[in-house]
């Protein structure tokens, strides 16, 4: 009960945020004018894509340390009552990871809506939402780590890079200089350790467009097929968005402020 009325305060003081409103109107306008100009709900999704995979992990990570350390007084004001550390810590991280799902899903979402889906909208919508707790977490995880604003936000914006551009860089390296023994098992394993990978292979793979999924994409669909892939990719993204949160409660019980 305590960690619901927590949550209705973070819930509400969020949706009064600038921020939500302006990335979900980004969002809705983006989406519109790529399914708008294409004439292709389906061409429009892979599209899309791209701003899955870049933008909201960006915007997730990025406003999530902000926000933590923006909310550090009320934080601090709250610990001086009879209430559980869990309880704060969990509002804080339901709260701003339902709401920047809600605007990610309202953004994205009612434009493919509006012009009837596609195959692999359903999926490309789970990713976002997906992503959104993910990188909640991992924002959450570096700013209880670090108690310098500048340092969270840096570390912040290292693990997205890595993630979203460096991962593949190092992945597809590593199959060029080992490219004389069999890599699909390890590349496949190895995919497990990037939530931006898994999005990218769980939605591909129901949409069949090998040429877009990567290497480590193409090895899954390849060796499993599609429907053992999805199921992998989609377990594994679970657990990304369960473990960074986890871990950063830990932290947050012995921690300090």
């Known amino acids: 009960m305590t960690t ?8 509400y003081d969020m949706l009064r945020s600038r921020m939500i409103i302006i990335y979900t109107a980004l969002l809705f306008l983006v989406s519109f004018g790529i399914i708008y100009t294409g ?11 791209n701003v899955v995979l870049l933008i909201v992990p960006l915007v997730s990570i990025i406003f999530g340390t902000i926000h933590f350390y923006n909310s550090r007084e009320f934080m601090e004001m709250v610990l001086a009552m009879p209430v559980e550390r869990k309880h704060i810590f969990w509002a804080e991280y339901a709260g701003l990871s339902l709401t920047l799902a809600a605007g990610f899903t309202l953004g994205t979402g009612l434009p493919l809506l509006i012009y009837g ?5 359903i999926y490309l919508l789970l990713s976002g939402v997906l992503l959104t707790f993910i990188f909640c977490g991992l924002a959450f995880l570096g700013s209880v780590i670090n108690k310098d604003k500048a340092k969270g936000i840096g570390f912040s914006l290292v693990v997205w890079f890595y993630m979203a551009v460096i ?3 190092l992945v597809l390296a590593g199959y060029f200089a080992f490219s004389q023994y069999p890599l699909e098992k390890a590349t496949i394993i190895v995919s497990a350790l ?3 990978d898994l999005a ?22 390849q060796f499993f097929g599609s429907w053992f892939g999805m199921m992998y990719s989609g377990i594994f993204l679970l657990l990304w968005a369960v473990l960074p949160a986890l871990a950063a409660l830990r932290i ?3 921690k300090n402020f």
């Open 167 to 169: 991962f593949d860089a």
């Open 39 to 49: 004439k292709d709900v389906s061409k429009a999704v892979i599209s899309l894509l």
């Open 252 to 254: 947050f019980n012995r």
């Open 194 to 196: 990037n939530p931006v």
């Open 117 to 121: 889906g596609a195959d692999g909208a």
């Open 200 to 221: 990218r292979i769980f939605i591909l793979l129901k949409m069949d467009v090998s040429a877009l999924m990567g290497y480590t994409g193409a090895s899954l669909q």
């Open 4 to 11: 619901l009325k927590i949550l209705k305060y973070v819930v």
